[in-house]
């Protein structure tokens, strides 16, 4: 025991040393412990189980210090001086012209452009109608404005179609009620009547009239 307390120097106290002795060590009282504030574990298993634990959350620190580096460090492209990018100037012309269909109307053959010139020189046209089933008539007027869509303003207009007779009788009261709206709404000619249909006729000022009601445009000389 005494050759244990004396040889406390011996490298086989050391416990960085590969001949470190832990029997040597326990029993020299002159040992100095390299770490004091270490914890003490009751048996090996607890040990263990603690060094396993701190394996696996400095691997997991390890992954997220790594994927956000790699989020971080996103790799750039290197561009050559002929690769940089070029600063292009728009035509002055692109940049005050207004972008509408009047304006691209100038410059472009085809219906539209017969359009916009009946519009601009006031050419009255003639626009037949469409129903679910066929042609239900048309209206002569002057444009005062269209779109790509063919959905068309008109003025002066004289719109014709044809119908179907109602030969039901009116219901009580209807007649009264709608007095004061008939009175407001164009008066209606009936120009033609047969025995199933009627050709009615009527003027209105204006008319704003969807691109898929229109069948045929003819210009009027």
Not at 3 to 9: A, Q, T, V
Not at 81 to 103: D, G, M, T, W, Y
Not at 168 to 178: D, H, M, S, V
Not at 179 to 195: L, R
């Amino acid at each position: 025991m005494a050759d244990l307390n004396n040889s406390s120097s011996d490298e086989s106290t050391d416990a960085s040393n590969s001949q470190f002795d832990s029997l040597k060590a326990l029993y020299s009282s002159k040992y100095k412990i390299p770490i004091p504030e270490a914890p003490i574990y009751d048996n090996i298993n607890k040990y263990d189980s603690v060094l396993n634990e701190n394996l696996h959350k400095n691997n997991n620190s390890n992954k997220k210090t790594s994927k956000d580096a790699a989020v971080k460090s996103v790799p750039t492209r290197r561009f050559l001086p002929h690769q940089q990018p070029v600063e292009c100037k728009r035509p002055v012309h692109r940049i005050n012209s207004n972008r509408n269909v009047l304006a691209k109307m100038e410059n472009i053959d085809g219906p539209l452009q017969l359009l916009f010139n009946c519009m601009q020189m006031k050419t009255k046209i003639k626009v037949l109608t469409r129903n679910a089933r066929g042609i239900r008539g048309y209206i002569e007027a002057y444009v005062a404005a269209f779109d790509k869509h063919w959905n068309l303003a008109l003025e002066d207009c004289t719109e014709v179609w044809t119908r179907k007779i109602k030969r039901k009788a009116p219901a009580l009261g209807i007649a009264a009620k709608f007095k004061a709206i008939e009175e407001d709404t164009p008066k209606v000619i009936v120009k033609e009547c047969n025995e199933k249909t009627e050709t009615l006729e009527r003027h209105v000022p204006q008319i704003l009239l969807r691109g898929e009601q229109v069948a045929v445009i003819i210009k009027v000389n």
